[in-house]
């Protein structure tokens, strides 16, 4: 039975059966995504009582980001986009179980988490672009802004339940369930990638390419809006999300709380998040640039505020208001990029802003670990807030009159203008 929706409301991409297949099978495997990461944080610092290493494991986790995403974005635009979703999913799946096996046994050392954190990377790269790309073919065009609303909303549901329940596990059992409940949430995706009917993607014929990354590289370097876009993501992604940290060390080391209260601020920064999502699908509107940026500078003002919070009421009521900003601007970038870009190569340049997006992670977050150990969290949660604020604002002072998009984005088009220009 077809399922009735509003063809212009805030949930319009649910009439498309594959999505809607994706999107429950998501919400599952996001709560347990969640789950992991706050249990993951945790045994960490159960292990090593270490800022630092708390970082550097992030960063390991993110550095196939930087390494893979350009080679991922390749892969997504030249084979079955379905298939590959499967076997990462697959892989991924298998290092939660072998964490939590290693952790309800107690055999887990440091060095495993060093190391299933980079595998799980891994997977995650090259999962990332093809999903980002997957979901123009699930929907279509004409809903894909809509969707990209709807799967931020998706994540941010998984956000406000995976990290309570994380933190109420880890209060009763310790770490190793969190894991394994994640390592079952892939069961679920696994299974709707098999089951969804291929006969009912939506595919645009394509200009014949070479699928290399440096055509990529060069349509972005012909596309100052789009350039501008990823320079704003680069340092929100690198110093501004890093929330993981911020909230360890402050519920740990400011306000020397429990791991049920540190998984309480997991979930309380995504009631603001889940509300953006949701205003975003609802909306559904064309935000340019000039929205992206000024957002951006909104979001590392209210985390430099956060970190002065006196208290830990008051870090708390900030937390919403802060993911509120954050995502506004993220669903916005991600929209903007995915809808402003020619799809001959929009896996390619979603593998580009994945990369720039999750790329200085591996970077930012030891950086931030060790910092937090040399001049004190607040100040470098402070220090990374000016940061995320500043860098929009230089971005707009010095690219102000060349951040509209161009009516035509065909890949062939722009990249003969760039030529021409050289």
């Known amino acids: 039975m077809a399922l009735k929706v509003n063809e212009n409301g805030a949930l319009r991409s649910f009439r498309h059966r594959n999505f809607r297949l994706i999107f429950a099978s998501n919400f599952i495997s996001n709560v347990g995504s969640w789950a992991q990461r706050i249990a993951q944080d945790w045994l960490i610092l159960e292990l090593t009582h270490s800022g630092r290493d708390l970082g550097l494991v992030t960063g390991l986790q993110f550095l196939p980001s930087l390494l893979l995403s350009m080679y991922a974005g390749s892969l997504a635009d030249r084979i079955n986009k379905r298939k590959l979703l499967i076997l990462t999913n697959l892989g991924a799946g298998l290092t939660s179980l072998i964490l939590g096996l290693l952790v309800v ?35 279509g065009k004409s809903d894909l802004a809509n969707a990209v609303s709807l799967n931020s909303a998706n994540f941010n549901a998984g956000r406000l339940i995976g990290p309570g329940v994380s933190g109420l ?18 069961i679920f995706v696994l299974t709707s990638l098999i089951v ?18 440096s055509e990529a590289i060069k349509y972005v370097r012909a596309r100052p809006d789009i350039l501008a876009v990823m320079i704003v993501v680069f340092f929100t992604g690198t110093f501004g999300l890093n929330f993981q940290i911020y909230n360890a060390l402050m519920a740990t080391q400011i306000f020397h709380k429990g791991p049920a209260i540190y998984g309480f601020l997991g979930t309380i920064i995504a009631i603001g998040s889940l509300s953006a999502a949701l205003l975003s699908a609802k909306l559904d509107t064309r935000r340019g640039v000039r929205f ?72 930012g977050s030891p950086l931030i670990g060790w910092l937090c150990t040399q001049i004190g969290v607040r100040q470098s949660i402070a220090l990374c807030g000016a940061i995320t604020a500043i860098a929009p604002a230089l971005v707009f002072t010095f690219m102000r009159d060349r951040l509209i998009a161009p009516e035509s984005v065909k890949v062939d088009d722009v990249l003969i203008t760039f030529y021409e220009n050289k």
Request: charged content about 10%; aromatic content about 14%.
């Open 169 to 186: 596990l880890i209060a009763a059992f310790h770490t190793g369930p969190s894991f394994l409940f994640n390592a079952s949430s892939y």
């Open 292 to 363: 992206i940026l000024k957002f951006a500078v909104f979001f590392g003002l209210a985390l430099i505020l956060a970190s002065l919070a006196p208290n830990f009421i008051l870090y708390a009521a900030a937390l919403p208001i802060v993911g509120m900003l954050a995502l506004t601007m993220m669903i916005s970038a991600n929209s903007y990029i995915q809808g402003h870009t020619d799809p001959a190569i929009r896996g390619r340049v979603m593998g580009i802003y994945l990369m720039v997006f999750m790329g200085g992670t591996p970077f």
């Open 196 to 213: 969804v009917r291929e006969s009912e993607f939506f595919t645009e014929d394509r200009p014949k390419s070479s699928a290399k990354s």
């Open 105 to 139: 046994t107690h055999h887990v050392r440091i060095w495993h988490v060093f190391v299933l954190a980079l595998f799980l990377g891994i997977f995650g790269a090259l999962d990332a672009p093809a999903r980002q790309a997957f979901t123009s073919e699930i929907v």
